[in-house]
């Protein structure tokens, strides 16, 4: 090496420190300028008054003002500062533009929500919005706006992506409540529907009816009778040892079908108990709404606090979580009412034959005759790509999204793709001051529809649904896809809101909804069943309810966090008499681990994971042999979504019909052996054997931040929550899974808010340097309470109007 290259050398090397310093303080300034503002005084022009801004130590979020104009303001102002990239993730998730953010990885959501063209439908619904309400919209764009200018240096995902954030508009509150049809509605694909269909187009009626049929064991309606027991179809109906083999092994079909049985999806959990009940003569409300949970959290720990003469002493004082991108209170309390929501699972959405005219393809037939089809071309800017063209044909129902068992096209009739179907009127919950007041309202809200509970200050309680789009249907069947072109079929208008079914103070002052059929009758049959809960939760939830004389806010968190497995505790014992009798010395530690059964889903619980897997193998067992003669026909086939199983499996069980076992075992025992050594081999293989599989292994928190799976694992986890173990899971009050679970956890009696709890995961801000990044998280991970009132000011932010 010459003299010259070591000199070299040695500058590069005493020059190193100070370049890595110079990236460090580079990379921290940067990070750090887009923490959002806690303190100070900043202008904002637009204010009709100063508002000001206080967070206590959970990050809970103080606005007090004079007018609720203003409010909205500085809560977008609030949501951009510490939420901004989370709210675009929103709007363009519903819009089908994420491609453009983060590039070709996002492309087939885009093109699945793309179909629906619903920013064109937030546009509609916005410029068809009261005058009242797009005010309230364009204040609160403005605050967003002004908070995201405020930030030294562009929120910090941005920097990451390498892009800009571009400003929000006031219909992009209406795609982030898009979003929300999207999540609660099962992403607009009405699958569930499809395979319906199908099975109905392979299998007798009479099987497929039995195959689908409620479980009268488990349903716990607010109202009206449970269902009829599942009847066996006879044997001269269906007889799978008279049939041919089905392509395709039965072993490989049930291994498929293992994980699509128990998916969790999106629901919650509301109670209520009437203020006889408690000890305060005001009722209870609790809610937990069940969703994909992400870093940060979806909700927003939010008092608003103005005048307002209607309320107690004329000041109007808000409680419970906002949702950034809007600025509407969600569920909360107001000092007279207290609200709370899970999802319904009516029939939202309906598959339409759609008959093309056979001398020109462009028209379809309409009950006055034919309409031209719509065609969209629909760009979507991929990041790093060309545009991707999207070609879309609309009918007067919907896009054309699918084909029918015969190939006819199918349009999809959506709730979600209607502007009807959104508007502001959530806000006015925070006016209500009884139950009744609230009840009134509820069939005018624009919201994907909704089972809402509310109990009030005076003791009472009452339940309907929420939502302005319940659809009237006529002529049609409403399970599978129908002809529409016939005169009077179809959707025909909005239920009227004196239909809407209402329940108000019970007799023994108790209210449940835990996405369960609520209904009977007609009023099932105005709502329909989108694929309605078990209800092995709502069940344990209304005997939890039944099991106390009365109640405080903690009470209730204990029924939100029970874990006992209720449900399985029949599957256990059916695996411990399978297990009786055998030899087999594979099975014994099975045997030996399930028989002292503690029946909780508990994080040291094997037993719970060895039942659960037992389970989970004889359903798909009993199920593949009628999978594999619809997959046969459909190769695109899989059980029904949000349909479970579980009547007509049990029912096998116990019947033991030999026309429906799978040909490949001699009996029914030999199929539930099986299934136990299917368990022992896939469980037991894993380091530490059975007696090592304990549930919190498989059942961890996995909350995670969007963009997290792009970074290295080492830098991941300072933007992800900890990973941890987690007790609870489905057909239980305390559901938890990996990325999924309760994203709050709210209890509160009307007008004794300081009582009140509210749990959250993941904390308020997204910002890895915020002191509210990840606040309170623990707290929910241990189902400790915090509370619903901020506790004492940590910072306190000023938005001053200039001086005129």
């Known amino acids: 090496m010459t003299v010259r290259r070591r000199q070299l050398l040695r500058v590069l090397l005493l020059a190193l420190p100070a370049l890595l310093l110079a990236a460090f303080v580079t ?49 977008g102002y609030v949501h951009a500062q510490e939420r901004f990239f989370a709210m675009d993730l929103m709007r363009r998730l519903s819009a089908g533009e994420l491609s453009a953010l983060v590039g070709p990885a996002a492309l087939k959501v885009d093109l699945d929500h793309r179909r629906h063209r619903l920013r064109a439908i937030a546009a509609a619904a916005y410029a068809h919005l009261p005058p009242a309400e797009r005010h309230q919209l364009d204040r609160y764009r403005d605050g967003v706006n002004a908070g995201l200018a405020d930030l030294r240096v562009r929120p910090w995902e941005y920097l990451l992506l390498g892009s800009r954030p571009q400003p929000w508009r006031a219909e992009d509150s209406m795609l982030v409540i898009a979003a929300m049809y999207l999540d609660l509605n099962g992403d607009a694909r009405n699958e569930r529907e499809l395979r319906m269909a199908q099975m109905r187009a392979v299998l007798p009626g009479p099987l497929v009816d039995f195959l689908l049929a409620p479980d009268p064991d488990w349903e716990a309606p607010l109202r009206g009778r449970l269902s009829r027991s599942p009847v066996l ?13 089905a392509t ?13 049985l128990d998916a969790p999806r999106p629901g919650s959990n509301n109670f209520a108990v009437a203020g006889t009940l408690t000890g305060s003569g005001a009722a209870l409300l609790a809610n937990d709404m069940h969703l994909g949970l992400r870093v940060p959290n979806i909700w927003f720990r939010t008092r608003l606090r103005y005048p307002d003469p209607t309320a107690p002493g004329g000041r109007r004082d808000v409680n419970g979580v906002s949702l950034p991108g809007t600025p509407a209170i969600i569920v909360g309390s107001n000092g007279q009412i207290a609200w709370g929501f899970t999802n319904s699972y009516g029939d939202w959405q309906d598959w339409v034959r759609v008959r093309r005219d056979p001398a020109d393809a462009s028209r379809y037939r309409v009950p006055d005759g034919w309409a031209a089809i719509e065609t969209h071309d629909e760009h979507i800017q991929v990041k790093g790509r060309p545009d991707t063209i999207l070609k879309i044909e609309d009918t007067r129902w919907g896009p054309i999204m699918g084909t029918d068992t015969d190939g006819t096209p199918l349009a999809l009739a959506w709730i979600g793709g209607r502007p009807h179907g959104y508007n502001l009127d959530l806000m006015q919950l925070e006016h209500a001051p009884d139950v009744a007041a609230a009840l009134d309202l509820a069939p005018h809200l624009g919201m994907p529809p909704q089972n809402l509970l509310v109990a009030d200050s005076r003791g009472e309680i009452g339940w309907t649904l929420a939502g302005n789009s319940v659809p009237l249907r006529a002529g049609i069947d409403p399970l599978l896809p129908s002809d529409w072109s016939r005169p009077g079929s179809g959707w025909q208008g909005w239920a009227a809101p004196a239909s809407y079914p209402r329940i ?89 681990l399930t028989a002292a059964w503690r029946g909780r889903a508990a994080v040291d619980g094997v037993d719970y994971q060895l039942v659960r897997a037992f389970r989970r193998q004889v359903s798909a067992a009993v199920l593949a042999p009628f999978v594999a003669r619809v997959k046969q026909r459909y190769a695109d086939f899989g059980w029904p979504g949000e349909n479970s199983a579980e009547a007509a499996v049990w029912t096998l069980l116990q019947q033991q019909p030999a026309q429906l076992l799978d040909p490949a075992y001699p009996d029914w025992h030999s199929l539930l052996i099986d299934a136990a050594k299917q368990v022992t081999d896939e469980l037991g293989q894993q380091p530490g054997g059975l007696a090592a599989r304990r549930w919190g292994k498989h059942n961890r928190t996995g909350i995670r931040h969007p963009l997290s799976a792009a970074l290295p694992s080492w830098l991941a986890r300072f933007i992800d929550m900890p990973d941890q173990p987690i007790s609870g899971d489905n057909n239980m009050p305390h559901v938890a899974a990996p990325g999924f679970g309760a994203s709050e956890h709210l209890d509160v009696a009307p007008g004794h808010e300081a009582e009140g709890i509210l749990n959250m995961p993941g904390g308020q801000s997204d910002h890895p340097l915020s002191p509210y990044f990840g606040a309170g998280h623990a707290d929910w991970l241990q189902g400790r309470p915090t509370p619903l009132l901020p506790g004492a000011t940590r910072h306190t932010l000023v938005l001053q109007p200039a001086s005129r």
């Open 233 to 245: 179809p006879a044997a001269d109906v269906f007889d799978l040892r008279r049939l041919a083999p």
């Open 504 to 592: 108000e103070n019970p007799a023994d002052g108790r209210l449940w909804t835990a996405n369960n059929r609520t209904v009977d009758g007609d009023a099932l049959s105005l709502l329909g069943n989108g694929g309605h809960d078990l209800g092995a939760r709502a069940q344990q939830i209304r005997d939890d309810l039944h099991a106390r004389p009365s109640f405080t806010p903690g009470d209730l968190l204990d029924i939100q966090l029970d874990d006992r497995a209720v449900f399985l505790s029949r599957w256990q014992r059916l695996l411990q008499d399978t297990l009786a009798d055998s030899t087999d010395p594979s099975l014994q530690p099975l045997r030996r």
């Open 27 to 75: 990379g921290w300034y940067l990070l750090a300028g887009s923490r959002a503002r806690l303190d100070g005084v900043r202008p904002a022009a637009s204010l009709a008054a100063a508002v000001s801004i206080t967070r206590d130590a959970l990050g809970t979020v103080t606005i007090e003002g004079k007018n609720r104009a203003d409010i909205s303001y500085a809560l």
């Open 248 to 260: 395709g092994s039965s072993t490989a079909l049930a291994a498929a079908l293992v994980p699509a």
